[in-house]
């Protein structure tokens, strides 16, 4: 289904390095034949990141030579884990600039991140009526822990809108900031809009008027430079699946004093200090937070994530993945049909490698669907963005999220595979 080729790349003022011609042989899954003996290419970093060998022999050394539980056990085998799933611990504080490993808790995902705020600090700070200020770009995630705290509380939620580019409305926030605020939850980095927020402004906004702020960090950690400190937040999530590595494992950093101040979120063992029949007194941070046996593997595993996405330096990613990004919409605004969500690189040029797009007439799963047959890999559906899409009319949209093993060639078969693509669906239809 390819097409005649698009135009050029557009050139980069200051060709940034080629990570992906060093990185790719890090990666054993992207050397692969797809269907039809296609190679494959994937083309949903947003989605999930692909593990460098690095991470894998981390998790095979970890299961095949010093498996056991962690703080635990007096013997070896328990402290060689314990030693490396807390040296775990002290890589993530040190890759957003935590001041101390004691402000970082590991957690499933950012999912339960989230709602480990909205349980513990929720329920013990937000009153009736108090408001918590969202966006309506928001992941799922960071929308229904903030519904199930307003049905318990009485709490009330407010919701940011867009500008015509596919931004936060910064206007609209200041509107909407006020008196009742007592948390404002925001991603940094839209999944489907792929906009960066300028969360430092809204942090700024935010203590001023008495509010604290989570961030959503899950689309900005693997992508771009980060310290929690130059954010001015006082909590932020993030989830190993995104940042090179394993599933099942992300953290949730916090500001020591409000995590002292704030109750358990699970209760087991793990997380206690001394129990009696009758009560119990809790651990210190951060295992007051962590009940039962942990994702070991997992956390050594992201670990070694962090440490090779540190060895690149995300510096050295960004730039790179902008210029790729800068290749991705030239291609993809020179085909009819295709609209493209969020903003563009010249409008917004710290943006995020993705872009969510629609094509007029045409169902996003089916565009999908026949991209996989040509061996792309791309996401369909509503991204776990439902509202954002139904601000736009949309039911869905396609999208194509790049990560710094990325090529340039990759991006020009995409585009053309989906020219074809349109170009087949249109004249069956």
């Known amino acids: 289904m390819t097409s005649l080729a698009l135009p050029p790349l557009i050139p980069a003022i200051e060709p940034a390095e080629n990570l992906a011609l060093m990185t790719r042989p890090d990666f054993p ?58 040296a775990a611990r002290t890589k993530t504080a040190a890759f957003i600039g935590a001041a101390s490993p004691h402000e970082i808790v590991f957690t499933r995902n950012a999912t339960e991140a989230i709602n480990l705020v909205a349980r513990s ?38 919701h940011v809108g867009l500008t015509p580019t596919g931004e936060l409305d910064l206007d609209d926030f200041k509107a909407q900031l006020g008196e009742r605020t007592r948390l404002v939850s925001l991603v940094q980095v839209s999944n489907t809009l792929g906009c960066l927020n300028p969360i430092a402004e809204i942090t ?24 929690v ?58 295992h007051k937070f962590e009940a039962g046996t942990p994702a070991i593997g997992e956390a050594i595993g992201m670990g070694a994530a962090l440490d090779y996405l540190q060895g690149l330096g995300l510096g050295r990613i960004h730039a790179w993945e902008q210029q790729l990004t800068r290749q991705l919409f030239a291609r993809l605004q020179a085909i009819e049909g295709v609209r493209i969500l969020g903003p563009t690189p010249e ?61 340039p060639e990759e991006i020009d078969r995409f585009a053309e595979e989906l020219q074809g693509t349109i170009g087949f669906l249109r004249e069956h239809s």
């Open 204 to 227: 700024r906004l935010a203590h001023a008027a008495g509010a604290l702020v989570l961030v959503d960090a899950c689309q900005s950690l693997p992508h771009l430079p980060l310290n």
């Open 29 to 86: 899954l992207l050397d692969q034949v797809a269907c039809l003996g296609q190679p494959l290419i994937y083309l949903d970093y947003a989605a999930t990141s692909q593990k460098p060998r690095q991470v894998l022999q981390a998790l095979q050394h970890y299961y095949g030579h010093d498996n056991a539980n962690v703080h635990r056990g007096a013997h070896q085998l328990s402290g060689r884990a314990t030693e490396a799933f807390e």
């Open 347 to 407: 409008q917004q040029p710290d943006r995020a490698a993705l872009a969510a797009f629609t094509v007029e007439g045409l169902h996003a799963n089916d565009i999908a669907a026949l991209l996989d047959s040509a061996g792309i890999c791309i996401r369909s559906g509503h991204h776990c963005t439902q509202p954002l899409h139904r601000h736009y009319g949309l039911a869905g949209s396609a999208r194509a999220s790049l990560g710094f093993t990325t090529t």
């Open 229 to 286: 400190a130059d954010l001015g937040a006082d909590f932020l999530v993030g989830s190993s699946h995104k940042l090179c590595g394993p599933t099942g494992m992300g953290f949730l950093w916090g500001r020591e004093a409000l995590l002292e101040a704030m109750p358990p979120f699970l209760g087991g063992g793990e997380m206690i200090e001394e129990v009696q029949l009758g009560s119990s007194t809790w651990a210190g941070l951060p």
């Open 121 to 158: 600090w929720g329920d013990a700070n937000i009153r009736p009526g108090d408001e918590i200020l969202l966006s309506v770009m928001e992941h799922h995630s960071n929308l229904v822990p903030w519904q199930l705290l307003a049905a318990r509380t009485g709490a009330v939620l407010r």
